[in-house]
């Protein structure tokens, strides 16, 4: 079982593209009361259209609360100085899976067999959880599409191409982790 701050890592990772990761993101800070303030850009993400609340306060410890709340396309969190777990997992096992909109998709590059050299080719998922997504459209595998690692090792054309495998369907579940190939960052289904 994944840790918090592993399964954080997963979200962000999920979300890099090339482009969201330089305009948005996370933040964390501390609070003088004391405790804990978060905020985590949605915007270009399965939550972007989130409305959530959620507030707690415990009686009897002044310092057990949290505050979590979406404005715009963001959502800010507060919390006492030992909730900021708790506050996380509200996070990944509450909101993610409960408020995610289904209609959004992820490019995910799924990779093909059959060549010497690694090739991907595009597909769209939703997400199931922050590590996870599920294939709900494989185009065909065309030429123009494909990503390479090692493009001095292109010795195919889209005839070869037709003669690979792909080993996924619609419905398929995938574990996904982000890759650099040739400065541009893709999704692709871990090893």
């Not at 399964?7 to 090339?18: A, M, V």
């Not at 002044?62 to 509200?90: A, M, R, Y």
Request: net charge negative; glycine share 4%.
């Amino acid at each position: 079982m994944k840790d918090t701050i592993e399964r954080i890592q997963d979200w962000y990772k999920l979300n890099c593209n090339g482009d969201w990761e330089h305009s948005y993101g996370y933040s964390i800070a501390t609070l003088d009361n004391p405790g804990w303030t978060i905020r985590i850009d949605l915007a270009e993400t399965c939550l972007d259209k989130l409305v959530f609340k959620s507030e707690f306060q415990n009686p009897a410890y002044e310092h057990d609360w949290f505050i979590i709340k979406t404005d715009k396309e963001t959502l800010d969190i507060s919390c006492g100085p030992e909730n900021l777990n708790q506050v996380f997992e509200i996070f990944l096992d509450e909101i993610i899976p409960n408020h995610s909109d289904k209609d959004f998709h992820y490019d995910i590059y799924l990779p093909l067999k059959g060549h010497s050299t690694e090739i991907w080719t595009p597909a769209k998922a939703t997400i199931v959880n922050e590590e996870t997504l599920r294939l709900i459209e494989i185009p065909k595998v065309e030429y123009k599409n494909i990503k390479v690692k090692d493009f001095i090792k292109i010795d195919f054309n889209q005839s070869d191409l037709e003669k690979f495998d792909l080993n996924y369907k619609i419905g398929d579940e995938l574990k996904v982790r982000l890759q650099d190939l040739e400065n541009d960052l893709i999704l692709t289904t871990k090893k």
